[in-house]
């Protein structure tokens, strides 16, 4: 019996995960990452929802959850086809919705002018030259990951400052700000810890019981 061509053609990324691909469904490469990208979406949108709501918190920050939500589709394009193409709508995004969130993060009234005029440019451009790179060495993922964490570390930082050192602020804000900040990192490095172990005992695109 010939082998069964897979529905979106032999995967072209730059990488493969631990999961069997199409055991779940004829039309979907991984199924379990597919279903759970589709989260980062549904998370976006919620976050979107508040930030219109009665409390508005400003353009940015619909523009964040928006990005957010596209990382999402983008993810589940391309765990669902491990396509190339699906790979770039996964990783590019990611890199735009940090740099919103960084832009989030930096925005204030008691910006200095120079700040106000460089911030956006700057950023833009790092979002630029990142497409680039990814785009002209597209074999290779490292860029993506060492662009992505410079982002990350940064994000971490300015968040921790925020938290425990911006004023003038209330107590209470202040505590709901550390209390977010402690939540965020926590969740995250809990998950890239998860990360981290599935590649280990990966062999053979199967996580080892």
Same mark, same amino acid.
């Given at each position: 019996? $010939?082998?069964r061509i897979?529905?979106?053609?032999?995967?072209?990324a $730059? /990488?493969?995960?631990c999961?069997e @691909?199409y055991?779940?469904?004829?039309?979907?490469?991984?199924f379990?990452?597919?279903?759970s990208?589709? +989260?980062?979406?549904? &998370?976006?949108?919620v976050?979107?929802?508040l930030?219109?709501?009665?409390? !508005?918190?400003? !353009?940015?920050?619909?523009?964040?959850?928006?990005?957010l939500?596209?990382?999402?589709?983008?993810?589940?394009?391309?765990?669902?086809?491990?396509l190339?193409?699906?790979?770039?709508?996964?990783?590019?995004p990611?890199?735009?919705?940090?740099?919103?969130?960084?832009?989030?993060? /930096?925005? $204030?009234? !008691?910006?200095s002018? /120079?700040?106000?005029?460089l911030?956006?440019?700057?950023?833009?451009? *790092?979002g630029? &030259? =990142? =497409?680039?790179?990814?785009? &002209? @060495?597209?074999?290779?993922?490292i860029?993506?990951?060492?662009a *992505?964490?410079?982002?990350?570390?940064?994000?971490?930082?300015? $968040?921790?400052?925020?938290s +425990?050192?911006?004023?003038?602020?209330?107590?209470? =804000?202040k505590?709901?700000?550390?209390?977010?900040?402690?939540?965020?990192?926590?969740?995250?490095?809990?998950? *890239?810890?998860?990360?981290?172990?599935? !590649?280990?005992?990966?062999?053979?695109?199967?996580?080892?019981?």
């Open positions: 019996m $010939s082998e897979p529905y979106w053609g032999t995967p072209t $730059s /990488l493969e995960w999961e @691909n055991a779940m469904s004829p039309y979907i490469c991984e379990w990452n597919t279903l990208s589709l +989260y980062i979406t549904a &998370i976006g949108l976050g979107l929802c930030v219109l709501g009665p409390q !508005r918190t400003g !353009r940015a920050h619909a523009l964040a959850c928006i990005s939500s596209i990382v999402g589709i983008g993810s589940a394009l391309f765990h669902g086809t491990l190339y193409t699906f790979q770039l709508m996964d990783e590019l990611m890199i735009f919705v940090s740099l919103v969130f960084i832009y989030c993060s /930096l925005d $204030s009234p !008691r910006n002018k /120079l700040m106000k005029k911030m956006v440019p700057f950023l833009t451009l *790092y630029l &030259i =990142t =497409t680039l790179v990814m785009l &002209i @060495n597209s074999s290779n993922a860029w993506h990951q060492v *992505y964490a410079f982002l990350v570390f940064f994000l971490i930082l300015r $968040s921790a400052y925020i +425990y050192k911006l004023s003038p602020m209330s107590s209470q =804000t505590a709901k700000f550390k209390y977010l900040f402690w939540a965020a990192l926590i969740t995250y490095g809990a998950g *890239y810890l998860c990360w981290i172990v599935e !590649r280990k005992l990966c062999v053979d695109h199967y996580v080892i019981p």
